[in-house]
Every structure is written in C-alpha cells, then in structure tokens.
C-alpha cells in the first residue's frame, strides 16, 4: 500500500509539474526549433543569393574584358556593377562591383566618384583581401587628388596582405611626391623585397627603375652635403 501511494504521489507531482510548466515547455520547445528551421531557411536564401550573385558577377567580368579590350559592352557593365551592388552589396560580388565602377570612374576622370565608390565598400566590412585592395584603390586615387597623408594612413594596414608590395610602391610614390627622397627609396625598396618573398615572385621593371634613379639621387645629395 505503502508503494502504491508512492506511485500515486509521484503522478500527482507530474501532473502538477506539468500544469505548471507544460505550457513553457511547449514553447521553449517550439521555439527551438523555429529557430533551427528559421537558420536552415536563411542560409537556404544565402546560398540562393550567392548564386544569382555569382551569376551576375560572371557576366560583369565577361563585360568588363570587353571594355578593355575594345571599348565596348561598357554600359552592360555599368548596368551589371550596379545590379550587383544594388541587390547584394552585403555580399562580396556586390562590394566587388563597387570596385568595378570606381575604376570606370577613375578611366571618366571621376575621381570624387571613384572615392565614394571605395569609400563605400570599406564601410560594408570587407574581407580582409577585399578590403586590402579597396584600401590600395583609394590610396591610389587620394594620391592622385594630392591628398598624401589620407593617402599614407590607407597604407598603414596593409602590409602583410597580398598587396603589400604594391602598397610599399605607392608609399614611395607618395613620400617622392612630398620630396622625401631617403623614405622613398626605403619604401621602394622594401616593395622589392616583398614581390621577391611572393609565393609567385613578380618582376616590376618600372620598380627597378625608381629604386636605380633614387640611389643616384640619394648618393648625390649625401655627397654634396
């Protein structure tokens, strides 16, 4: 008897507990699962946003070649670059596109568009390789509107990345510009260094040519003074 009571009270404890927690329990339940099969469908929608991303993205890279090329497709490409940018600038072919209309900005002689461009893509948090070039871009195009010190503090992170050596050129480029002909040596030189340390080393004849003209330059004035 004594048993049986006990059972009967344990039945009676989840009863009660269930009246008093069942309902949450439900929910906490449900809950978790919405949010699995939510996760599942919005990466179902990334994954198909990536596609048709991608797709257009092929198509402005078969635009853009032709632009090159020849001069033509450019307004097919315009039209792509904003496409992608427009519908899917929380992905990377969408800040890619940006890139892609900085440049065409630049060849127009467009320079203030071409930093909104980059501007632009830098504020979406890129990858890091995207936002390295996006950095590089910019600093190519303040460099050009003569603004050097944003142009300096573009290249402040960069090295490192797979743009370090074009980044130490620009630093060169720039630092000659402002007439510090010694760090644009050093600059130019370290820019050497790192194309040699590339995993596919590049040859820059121009390059060479800087890092020659300037030891000259240097020597002389050390000479003279």
């Known amino acids: 008897m004594e048993t049986f009571r006990t059972e009967e009270e344990q039945v009676e404890a989840i009863k009660r507990w269930w009246q008093e927690n069942g309902k949450s329990t439900v929910f906490g339940i449900g809950l978790a699962l919405a949010m699995v099969f ?45 496409t992608l940018k427009d519908q899917y600038g929380n992905l990377s072919y969408g800040q890619f596109a940006a ?10 002689g467009e320079l203030d568009a071409a930093v909104a461009e980059l501007e ?32 300096l503090a573009l290249l402040d992170d960069v090295a490192g990345t797979g743009y370090g050596a074009q980044a130490a050129e620009l630093r060169g480029d720039i630092l000659f510009a402002q007439g510090d002909k010694s760090a644009a040596l050093t600059a130019y030189k370290q820019a050497k260094v790192i194309a040699q340390e590339q995993e596919v080393p590049s040859n820059n004849a121009l390059l060479d040519l800087k890092i020659s003209d300037l030891s000259v330059a240097v020597s002389t004035e050390k000479g003279t003074n």
Request: aromatic fraction near 10%; charged fraction near 20%.
């Open 99 to 108: 890139l892609y209309k900085a440049k065409y900005a630049v060849q127009d």
């Open 120 to 151: 632009w893509v830098l504020k979406q948090g890129p990858e890091p390789v995207l936002k390295a070039q996006a950095q590089v871009r910019l600093a190519q195009v303040r460099y050009a509107l003569n603004d050097y010190p944003a142009a």
């Open 38 to 82: 939510g996760w599942k469908g919005w990466q179902g929608h990334v994954k198909d946003q990536a596609a048709q991303a991608s797709a257009v993205f092929d198509n402005l890279m078969v635009a853009d070649a032709a632009v090159q090329r020849d001069g033509t497709s450019r307004s097919t490409a315009e039209h792509l670059a904003n």
